[in-house]
């Protein structure tokens, strides 16, 4: 490991506990006046939205005012998610109805994208709504490096991750689809970016400055895509990352986690291309195919993963506007 | 006399007229309880091993600003609100312990109208509502003239047999006036006597050499089973009511291995010390007879005792509370304890036990209490709290 990157690891990677005095996050972000929104992007998660509305809002909006605004926004579901987070009292939004004159499109990057327009904070924290351990270190521990350290412009959760079997739990080192796909692409092409411990974990905080300057994919690779684009405009001191222990959720199966790299793995040649780290892309395919076999003979699945990109939301002409009428 | 009487019914009427305004507002408010309740919830807490749910419950007691926020040699953790006054002290207490151990997933799931997991109800809703209490009197309004107590008492459950609560009821160092134990289940229960109980393990164990060409001869299963059959055979007195339940056993690993140890966990209540042990004696005469006429080793282990304990029926403190359910439209259901309230009523305080919602599955690991019920149960506590601080519970 180069000195640098021994340099990054000590000053830009936390523990939550570092930051347990809540009411002197309070403080120090009264005192550079930020404001912090917390968004949670759902779709079908009304086994868990309400526990992480509670838990987040009461600890982190009525306890401690550390966050000012809490938006649940949702691509449409069919259960009663919205209705669950209401009752728990989150504001909660649509994703079609924001900005409708872009139009609507599905996935969590979206969602995650409209919220920059929705929200007002300075700082925005997105947290997955999958997370059925919820506490509060979730949003804490990932705002606090931005509180205080002027530098730094995205914070990456990284965790203990075990998963929820229903014999118990089990480690699952760094994530499946990080430790096969990302770390060895990273490890080719931005040795650096492999400091980060978990590049996939969906939560993260950031400063509005830098959200609002790069595209978005709507699916799978916006985690991925994130990464590439901050690096590439500001290096790896941008970056920091926050341990938040143990973090419990939902097991995705093997099937599940092709599509999701499939997905990813176009998002990060699109950026190999668009950063000058391959000439150019060849044709590629956007259907995934696999297989499954039923009474002994092999079907082909085939399913279409499409990663389209939002464009950076500064270039989007209402929000320019609220911005200046803000 | 006459007068005072009518005084403190006046007082307590007016409280009772305040009821359906606090139900109203408890309604926002309790979400400070669910949030309390799944914090601490999540924080395995299984019986002599409560440090980290103390912590968090101390640090809590801190962070609601009370004063002498501390965990004594038991591992209890108390505080205290003081109140205007501070003559004497009301004490509210919720076991910290739960009968799951650290390797149960303590993850507990919110939904609108229920929270599901190990140990919510018993008692990780109990243990947040004293918790909680000070900022919900402050959302009510509700200034108390004594001071208030708050203890979260370890070792209760099982082996335990009441050691943090009897300790900190030794040692305490306030004037106390009345105690009110705070259980997460079931809304309407009324506690204001403490049941006689023993609760024992008989410990089977078949000697390596054993002889196999006995008459009789058997492994562990099958003399266990012999002394369930007898303990079955004992007779119960119907008056003074008693009543014996053979709680657990554990014996054996396999389908072909004849296991050579096993235990037999069973409990006696009684409404007369007397009978218990009677009881005790005949279960410790068994166990020998089961030694000596099988070539067993069959031991008698007490791990805990409660003496029958008490207050009245007509105490001022359990009319008052009768009045406080009639209001909200709960139906007592008067249970003798045997838990918390029997060392306080054995230190010699009026006190009563109170759950606070509905209930199911209960030490289940799908534990699951029902929410729209809490306000209304909060509210009873706050309001006897009320009550006992306006003097209106004193006999």
């Known amino acids: ?326 | 006399m006459m007068l005072e009487t009518t005084s403190k019914e006046f007082d307590l009427g007016n409280l009772l007229q305040d009821l359906p305004t606090q139900i109203e507002k408890l309604h926002e408010a309790r979400k400070l309880v669910l949030t309390d309740a799944v914090l601490l919830g999540e924080v395995p807490s299984p019986t002599f091993k409560e440090e980290d749910r103390i912590r968090l419950t101390v640090d809590r007691f801190r962070e609601n600003g009370l004063e002498d926020p501390e965990i004594d040699e038991q591992g209890n953790a108390s505080a205290v609100l003081p109140g205007n006054e501070g003559r004497s002290s009301i004490l509210v207490m919720a076991h910290a312990d739960s009968v799951f151990d650290t390797t149960t997933q303590h993850v507990l799931n919110v939904g609108p109208d229920t929270i599901t997991g190990p140990g919510i109800a018993d008692n990780a809703i109990g243990l947040a509502t004293v918790v909680a209490l000070p900022k919900l009197l402050k959302i009510l309004g509700i200034t108390l003239k004594d001071d208030l107590i708050l203890l979260a008492n370890t070792k209760s459950l099982g082996r335990g047999n009441l050691e943090g609560a009897r300790y900190f009821l030794e040692t305490k160092q306030r004037p106390i006036s009345a105690g009110i134990c705070v259980e997460g289940a079931s809304q309407g229960r009324l506690s204001y006597a403490g049941l006689g109980t023993l609760r024992g393990e008989i410990r089977l164990e078949v000697p390596s050499n054993y002889d196999w060409n006995r008459f009789g001869s058997s492994g562990a299963v099958g003399h266990l089973n012999r002394i369930i059959n007898q303990l079955l055979e004992i007779p119960l007195p119907k008056e003074p009511k008693t009543k014996m339940v053979l709680g657990g056993l554990t014996c054996g690993s396999t389908y072909n291995k004849i296991p050579h140890r096993g235990c037999l966990r069973f409990e006696i209540t009684s409404e007369a010390d007397e009978v218990i042990a009677e009881l005790q004696q005949k279960v410790n005469d068994l166990c020998e007879q089961c030694s000596l006429e099988n070539g067993t080793s069959v031991k008698l282990e007490v791990v805990a005792t409660r003496p029958n304990c008490g207050i009245p029926f007509s105490h001022p403190l359990v009319k008052a509370t009768r009045s406080i359910m009639d209001e909200i439209g709960i139906t007592p259901q008067v249970i003798p304890s045997t838990g918390d309230l029997n060392v306080l009523i054995e230190a010699g305080y009026a006190g009563v036990t109170l759950g606070l919602t509905h209930a199911e599955n209960i030490g289940e690991e799908n534990e699951t209490i029902q929410l729209p019920p809490l306000q209304a149960g909060i509210a009873q506590l706050v309001t006897l709290l009320q009550a006992i601080d306006k003097g209106i519970c004193e006999s």
């Open chain 1, 1 to 326: 490991m180069t000195g640098d990157n021994q340099k990054w690891l000590d000053h830009n990677t936390f523990h939550h506990g570092e930051f347990w005095d809540i009411l002197d996050l309070v403080k120090e972000k009264e005192k550079k006046d930020l404001k912090i929104s917390l968004c949670i992007p759902t779709l079908n998660e009304e086994k868990t939205i309400g526990k992480e509305v509670l838990i987040l809002r009461s600890e982190l909006m009525e306890r401690y005012p550390l966050i000012d605004e809490f938006a649940v926004i949702d691509s449409g579901s069919n259960d009663k998610t919205l209705e669950v987070a209401e009752s728990y009292g989150a504001d909660t939004y649509l994703a079609s109805e924001i900005l409708p004159e872009v139009g609507d499109k599905r996935g969590k990057g979206e969602n995650l994208w409209k919220a920059i327009h929705q929200l007002k904070g300075d700082i925005i924290c997105y947290v997955d709504a999958d997370i059925s351990n919820i506490h509060p270190r979730f949003v804490y521990g990932l705002v606090a490096p931005l509180i205080k350290q002027a530098e730094v412009q995205y914070v990456k959760a990284f965790y203990d991750r075990p998963l929820n079997y229903s014999s118990g739990l089990r480690s699952s080192g760094g994530g499946r689809v990080t430790e096969i796909l990302i770390r060895p692409l990273f490890s080719l092409f931005y040795p650096e970016l492999t400091n980060i411990i978990q590049p996939l974990s969906g939560e993260y905080a950031a400063r509005r400055e830098v959200l609002e300057m790069i595209p978005f994919p709507i699916g799978y690779g916006v985690e991925t895509s994130h990464l590439l684009d901050l690096y590439e405009k500001f290096g790896l001191s941008a970056f920091a990352q926050t341990d938040l222990d143990r973090r419990v959720h939902r097991n995705q199966t093997t099937n599940a986690l092709g599509k999701m790299s499939f997905g990813i793995l176009q998002t990060f040649i699109n950026r190999l291309h668009s950063q000058g780290k391959i000439d150019r892309i060849p044709d590629v395919e956007t259907f995934y195919r696999r297989f499954e076999v039923e009474d002994g003979s092999y079907n082909q699945l085939v399913q279409e993963v499409v990663e389209e990109e939002r464009p950076p939301m500064i270039e989007i002409d209402s929000y320019r506007e609220r911005t200046v009428s803000s």
